[in-house]
C-alpha cells in the first residue's frame, strides 16, 4: 500500500487519520476471520526458538491456558450461548506495541532501557537488561501494562514479550505470525494503511448488520448483540477488530483503567514543574 495518502475511500465515507495516528509499522487483527487454527501460535514459537512447556487440559481448547515466557502469542477461546446461539470467539493475543509504552515508563524508573522503542517502527523490544530488574521490579512492569502482556523468565530472570519479529520486519519480512496465518485474519504494514483497513471492515461490517435480513437470514445469523468495535486504536501498534463486546473475549482484550501506578504518579507531579519551565 502507498503510504503518501492517510485517507481511504469506502461507500459513503472517507476515513481520515490524525497525524498521531500514522507513525510505524503495525498488524492489524481480524478477529471475525480468524479460525483459532493456532497456526500463529506455533510459528512464533518456532521462529523465537521456544521450547516445549508441560501443559494440561482445563476443559477448553486453549493452551496452554495463559502466556508464559515461551509463548509471546496465544489464541484465547471464549464460548458464549446467547439467545440459543452458540459464539465462539477467538482471540490471538499478544503485546499491542503501545504507542506509549507504560511497560517502559515503569522500566526506565529502574533500569533505563530495559525496555526500548525502536524509533524507525515504533515496535516496544524487551532487551536484555531487563535481567538486571529484581523479581519486585519485573512484577511492577507487567502489572504496569494494561494488558497484562510480559512475562518474566525465572531462569534468566528476563522480562520477556512480543517484539514483532523486529529482527524480521528490519529486513523487509512481515512478522510470522502474519506470514503463517492462512485465512488473512492478520496484515501488517504501515500503520496509517492497517488503520484505514480497521476502519473500512468497521464500516462494512456495521452496514451488514444494519441490512435488513430475510426471515431466514434472521434465523441462523444472530446480529442482535453485535456491536463492532476497534480496540483502543488510537494508542496501539497492533489493531484489532472485534464483532462482539470486548469483554466477551479476553479479561484483558481491552485496556484495563488501571489505578495510578508509581510512574504515572511521579510523570504528574513533574507536569506543572515542565509547565512552569514552558
Ligand atoms: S501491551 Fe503492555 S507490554 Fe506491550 S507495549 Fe503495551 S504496555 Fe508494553
Ligand atoms: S509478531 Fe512475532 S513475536 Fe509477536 S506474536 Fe507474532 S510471531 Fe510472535
Ligand atoms: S493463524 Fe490466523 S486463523 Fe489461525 S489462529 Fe492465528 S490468527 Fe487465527
Given at each position: 500500500m502507498s503510504g503518501e495518502?492517510?485517507?481511504?475511500?469506502?461507500?459513503?465515507?472517507t476515513v481520515r487519520l490524525s497525524r498521531e495516528e500514522q507513525h510505524g509499522k503495525s498488524i492489524f487483527i481480524d478477529t471475525t476471520r480468524c479460525t483459532a487454527c493456532r497456526g500463529c501460535q506455533v510459528a512464533c514459537k518456532q521462529w523465537h526458538d521456544h521450547e516445549a512447556v508441560p501443559t494440561k487440559q482445563t476443559g477448553t481448547h486453549q493452551n496452554p491456558p495463559d502466556l508464559t515466557?515461551?509463548?509471546f502469542k496465544l489464541v484465547r477461546f471464549s464460548e458464549h450461548k446467547i439467545d440459543?446461539?452458540?459464539?465462539?470467539?477467538?482471540?490471538?493475543?499478544?503485546?499491542?506495541?503501545c504507542l506509549q509504552p507504560a511497560c517502559k515508563a515503569t522500566?526506565?524508573?529502574?533500569?533505563?532501557?530495559?525496555?526500548?522503542?525502536?524509533?524507525?517502527?515504533g515496535?516496544?523490544?524487551?532487551?536484555?537488561k531487563t535481567k538486571e530488574l529484581t523479581k519486585e521490579q519485573c512484577d511492577e512492569i507487567i502489572?504496569?501494562?494494561?494488558?497484562?502482556?510480559?512475562?518474566?523468565?525465572?531462569?534468566s530472570g528476563e522480562l520477556v514479550k512480543c517484539d514483532m519479529c523486529?529482527?524480521?520486519?528490519?529486513?523487509?519480512?512481515?512478522?510470522?505470525?502474519?506470514?503463517?496465518?492462512?485465512?488473512?485474519a492478520m496484515s501488517f504494514g504501515e500503520r496509517e494503511d492497517m488503520l484505514i483497513k480497521a476502519k473500512l471492515r468497521l464500516t462494512e461490517a456495521q452496514a451488514e448488520i444494519e441490512r435488513p435480513k430475510s426471515e431466514l437470514e434472521t434465523k441462523i445469523v444472530c446480529d442482535v448483540h453485535k456491536s463492532c468495535t476497534i480496540l483502543d486504536e488510537e494508542d496501539l501498534g497492533v489493531i484489532y477488530f472485534l464483532e462482539m463486546p470486548r469483554e466477551m473475549y479476553h479479561q484483558y482484550a481491552g485496556r484495563e483503567i488501571k489505578p495510578l501506578n508509581r510512574a504515572d504518579f511521579l510523570a504528574g507531579l513533574a507536569k506543572p514543574f515542565k509547565n512552569m519551565l514552558g
Open positions: 495518502h492517510p485517507q481511504g475511500r469506502q461507500g459513503h465515507g515466557p515461551n509463548n440459543g446461539h452458540v459464539h465462539w470467539l477467538f482471540f490471538p493475543d499478544q503485546c499491542r506495541h522500566a526506565d524508573m529502574y533500569v533505563e532501557d530495559a525496555i526500548v522503542v525502536d524509533e524507525a517502527t515496535i516496544v523490544v524487551c532487551t536484555e502489572d504496569s501494562c494494561p494488558y497484562n502482556i510480559p512475562r518474566r523468565n525465572e531462569i523486529i529482527d524480521r520486519v528490519q529486513a523487509g519480512l512481515v512478522p510470522m505470525c502474519v506470514k503463517s496465518c492462512c485465512t488473512g
